[in-house]
């Protein structure tokens, strides 16, 4: 049986891994001729959904679990949805509850760790859960939880037509930078990610590096992303006496442009169950040097697309950076590398088609 009417559900549509991945979930199967529904607590894709014609509810996932799964449950009877396709624990749990009762099958994607309460709450109910990498299935198989038989991995999916060093967003790039006051010279750094920790995706170890190491005064640092310790990162630059040298871009509507703009993508993460925003960074023909943590481990070759550094390690992240810093040759060819490492291993094709073949054969098997 072919599904035709979907329910895609996250707790928030703001900037962030699982939200881009519902959001490129959507548009792409709204553009195969697929009835979308998508239902979270709102937030800036929220909007950009409506203006492609998907249809939003707004669903106090986190805030009252019981009204959101009843919420749901009307949604589904409303609009005939064959299947439902969670987000997050809190997601997960909701939609649960709604399928259960709205008597339909659901799918999960895993975007990061379970706890132990988590795993064994309604989520493990799903009728697949789908992990965005290697990593995560197989942490998942060493706990022991889940049942291995609905463990899949399928990963993130990158729009590698919109994520393009193409001539336009290449000139967009160039003037995005003289706007942020970058000349050519300079060695522009950049890092995409929701500021929701002090340095749990690296802005601190970013920060201290341009601060201790004073030869490095043409090397800039770009932070696109917003959150709660966005004025905590600011104070911190401002201490260090390398805030003239730091552009909080905040959130940037176009990715791709954004991402055209800078030299080289510095992801000091602590954890990344897969690294969306390297492998976006990669499809843009960018070099990254991220430390060895989690999926990243799958989507960079150490030395061919860019650099994988031990945890905490700043001062040979710093000595990646030189590398790439001093020889432009390596760092094209590493460019080069990243594209094509995209292309034939995360391109959304690849995503969507094995993400549509789950869910007919979860709605089949269902039914049977």
């Known amino acids: 049986m072919q599904v035709t009417n979907l329910l895609l559900v996250v707790p928030r549509l703001n900037i962030g891994g699982a939200e881009s991945y519902v959001f490129q979930l959507a548009k792409q199967l709204k553009a195969m001729g697929y ?22 509810y ?14 749901l449950e009307k949604i589904i009877h409303r609009h005939n949805i064959q299947l439902v396709h969670a987000n997050s624990g809190a ?57 291995p038989q609905k463990l899949i991995t399928i990963y993130n999916g990158i729009d ?68 709660k310790y966005l004025p905590f990162l600011k104070y911190k630059a401002w201490k260090y006496g390398i805030y003239d040298r730091i552009i909080f871009a905040g959130h940037h509507t176009d990715i791709p442009v954004a991402l055209s703009a800078i030299d080289v993508m510095a992801l000091p993460s602590k954890f990344e169950t897969f690294g969306l925003a390297v492998a976006e960074a990669m499809a843009i023909e960018k070099p990254v040097v991220t430390y060895a943590v989690g999926g990243l481990k799958e989507v960079i070759d150490e030395g061919v697309t860019g650099f994988l550094v031990e945890k905490n390690n700043i001062e040979n992240f710093y000595k990646a950076l030189c590398i790439l810093y001093s020889n432009k040759s390596l760092r094209k060819e590493l460019s080069l590398n990243s594209r094509q490492k995209v292309v034939e291993n995360f391109s959304h094709q690849q995503t969507i088609k094995r993400i549509i073949e789950l869910y007919d054969l979860i709605v089949k098997n269902y039914k049977e």
């Not at 009835?35 to 939003?56: C, K, Q, R």
């Not at 707004?58 to 919420?71: D, F, T």
Request: net charge positive; with cysteine; charged share 20%.
């Open 35 to 56: 009835a979308i529904y998508v239902a979270s607590w709102g937030g800036l894709l929220a909007d950009e959904l409506h203006n492609l014609g998907i249809m939003h």
């Open 58 to 71: 707004k669903v106090p996932i986190r805030l009252h679990k019981g009204l959101a799964s009843m919420m």
């Open 91 to 147: 997601a997960g749990q909701v939609a649960a509850l709604a399928c259960m009762r709205a008597n339909i099958p659901w799918v999960y994607t895993a975007h990061g760790w379970l706890s132990f309460k988590e795993q064994q709450s309604n989520i493990a109910q799903a009728q697949y859960i789908i992990c965005v990498s290697d990593y995560l299935k197989n942490r998942f198989l060493t706990e022991g939880y889940l049942d």
């Open 160 to 227: 590698t037509t919109t994520y393009s060093s193409t001539p336009e967003n290449l000139t967009k790039g160039a003037r995005l930078r003289e706007e942020w006051g970058v000349t050519k010279s300079d060695f522009l750094l950049g890092i995409v990610s929701r500021i929701a920790r002090p340095n749990m995706k690296g802005h601190l170890d970013l920060l201290h590096i341009l601060a201790k190491y004073k030869e490095i005064q043409d090397w800039k640092l770009v932070i696109i992303g917003k959150g």
